[in-house]
């Protein structure tokens, strides 16, 4: 059973989109469907996302060239970034449209367990988190559909600092940072 102490519920997951991936990512992401729904954890770092949107709307912007070519997005992160489902591989893979890098994160219970027990250490050496705490005491809670986006990009001379983190709408900034800095081949 996956238990994650501090999930916030946004919603419930749809019956026809458990249906539709059951078996198609692993067992733990329908656990947290059917346990949780879509929300937020890991002091709201973390977003449990609709696939099926996702795929749809940012679905060309995965950048998936290697293995079989699958990449299921499961989770956003509050700096957007992608987390995807790679049954090839198997594991997920985040990938950091703000670096324009992509991180290997091991199989998803794995990931989920070292987040519970390493928490804003392991975020920080895997995903980069380090800048999103402080966003937040400038900033304020993200609302579920946003993440903090650099004012300008980084790739496009932005400075790393919070007062350039912007709140915008996770799936528009995806599109945008694709659309001007490339898709992340991996």
């Excluded at 977003?47 to 995965?62: M, N, T």
């Excluded at 050496?125 to 986006?149: C, M, N």
Aim: with cysteine.
């Amino acid at each position: 059973m996956v238990e994650i102490a501090d999930f916030v519920v946004h919603a419930p997951v749809p019956a026809e989109i458990v249906e539709d991936y059951r078996g198609r990512v692993p067992d733990e992401l329908v656990e947290i469907w059917e346990q949780y729904g879509y929300g937020t954890f890991a002091d709201g770092f973390l977003r449990v996302i609709d696939p099926k949107l996702y795929e749809a709307e940012v679905g060309d912007c995965i950048g998936k060239t290697q293995g079989d070519g699958i990449a299921i997005p499961i989770m956003v992160t509050g700096l957007g970034d992608l987390i995807t489902w790679e049954p090839s591989r198997p594991g997920v893979t985040g990938i950091l449209y703000r670096l324009g890098d992509t991180t290997g994160l091991g199989s998803l219970k794995t990931f989920l367990t070292l987040t519970r027990a390493g928490g804003a250490k392991h975020l920080s050496r895997t995903l980069k988190w380090d800048i999103f705490p402080k966003a937040v005491a400038a900033h304020g809670e993200l609302p579920y559909e946003q993440s903090f986006i650099f004012v300008p990009l980084l790739s496009l001379g932005g400075q790393e600092k919070v007062e350039n983190l912007h709140k915008r709408e996770t799936i528009a900034s995806i599109q945008v940072a694709v659309d001007l800095q490339g898709v992340i081949g991996h």
